[in-house]
């Protein structure tokens, strides 16, 4: 066979498929892709070898799938009206649009919130908070919602999958207090300092001819931060695009 990786991919697809339709523990997933590819080295005719390997990777796919899948999606007992205080450790830094900043925060492990802070021109600043600062912030929490045209992108597992259950809201001006300590991993302090460092050097590039679509159109094609399309960019651009996000 001309392309020997083809049929394996192929399987492995399928794996990943055969979960969405009929889901698999992670144990179960993973001990048959084991117990296949075990059979793959024992000694057998080509045929039989071949289609261990088949079976083993299509049981991968099902692995992969199963380890992806989401769980139930925590709970918090507050309505989307009420305001709430969060605590917790920014897991992305702040990025900054026209009117407003955005960062993800880390309540507990597999529950994040997508925190936005609202602004107006003459209003101060909002806080630039880096990876592994824990904070505090008073906000209102409601559940992200997939628009409702047949087949469109699911917006809300796609988050589920990152781990962020809630966008949070905070009121203009509202203050954030940072909480001693640092949290989070040194490696991925060091690559949103990168990223950072890139974002503020797209926008100095762009700062002198006012090409605020221009600045966007290449963080997100560089970097993968979309939060500027949702507003710059034109109406195929009106709903954040989920393409190389770090």
Request: proline share 9%.
């Given at each position: 066979?001309?392309?020997?990786l083809?049929?394996?991919?192929?399987?492995?697809?399928?794996?990943?498929?055969?979960?969405?339709?009929?889901?698999?523990?992670?144990r179960?997933?993973?001990l048959?892709?084991?117990t296949?590819?075990?059979?793959?080295?024992?000694?057998?005719?080509?045929?039989?070898?071949?289609?261990?390997?088949?079976?083993?990777?299509?049981?991968?796919?099902a692995?992969?799938?199963?380890?992806?899948?989401?769980?139930?999606?925590?709970?918090?007992?507050?309505?989307?009206?009420?305001?709430?205080?969060?605590?917790?450790?920014?897991?992305?830094?702040?990025?900054?649009?026209?009117?407003r900043a955005?960062?993800?925060?880390?309540?507990?492990?597999?529950?994040?919130?997508?925190?936005?802070?609202p602004?107006?021109?003459?209003?101060?600043?909002?806080?630039?908070?880096?990876?592994?600062?824990?904070?505090e912030?008073?906000?209102?929490?409601?559940?992200?919602?997939?628009?409702?045209?047949?087949?469109?992108?699911d917006?809300?597992?796609?988050?589920?999958?990152?781990?962020?259950?809630?966008?949070?809201?905070?009121?203009?001006?509202?203050?954030?207090?940072?909480?001693?300590?640092?949290?989070?991993?040194?490696?991925?302090?060091?690559?949103?300092?990168?990223?950072?460092?890139?974002?503020?050097?797209?926008?100095?590039?762009?700062?002198?001819?006012?090409?605020?679509?221009?600045?966007g159109?290449?963080?997100?094609?560089l970097?993968?931060?979309?939060?500027?399309?949702e507003?710059?960019?034109?109406?195929?651009?009106?709903?954040?695009?989920?393409f190389?996000?770090?």
């Amino acid at each position: 066979m001309r392309e020997p990786l083809i049929l394996p991919l192929i399987a492995f697809t399928a794996g990943i498929l055969l979960d969405t339709t009929a889901p698999f523990s992670t144990r179960e997933a993973g001990l048959g892709a084991m117990t296949f590819a075990i059979l793959a080295f024992v000694p057998a005719s080509m045929w039989i070898k071949r289609t261990a390997v088949l079976l083993a990777m299509l049981l991968a796919g099902a692995f992969a799938g199963a380890w992806h899948r989401p769980g139930p999606p925590p709970e918090v007992d507050a309505t989307s009206r009420e305001i709430v205080v969060l605590a917790g450790c920014v897991v992305e830094p702040t990025v900054f649009a026209e009117d407003r900043a955005q960062f993800t925060l880390e309540l507990e492990p597999g529950a994040r919130a997508r925190v936005l802070m609202p602004s107006d021109e003459g209003d101060p600043l909002p806080p630039r908070l880096s990876y592994g600062q824990r904070i505090e912030i008073e906000a209102r929490l409601r559940r992200p919602h997939n628009f409702n045209n047949p087949g469109s992108f699911d917006y809300a597992a796609y988050l589920a999958r990152r781990d962020i259950f809630w966008n949070a809201t905070m009121p203009r001006n509202a203050p954030v207090t940072v909480l001693p300590g640092r949290c989070g991993s040194r490696f991925m302090a060091g690559i949103f300092a990168l990223r950072t460092a890139a974002l503020d050097r797209i926008d100095r590039l762009y700062a002198g001819n006012g090409n605020d679509y221009g600045s966007g159109m290449m963080q997100a094609v560089l970097i993968g931060e979309t939060a500027r399309l949702e507003r710059s960019g034109p109406t195929i651009f009106a709903a954040r695009a989920p393409f190389m996000h770090w």
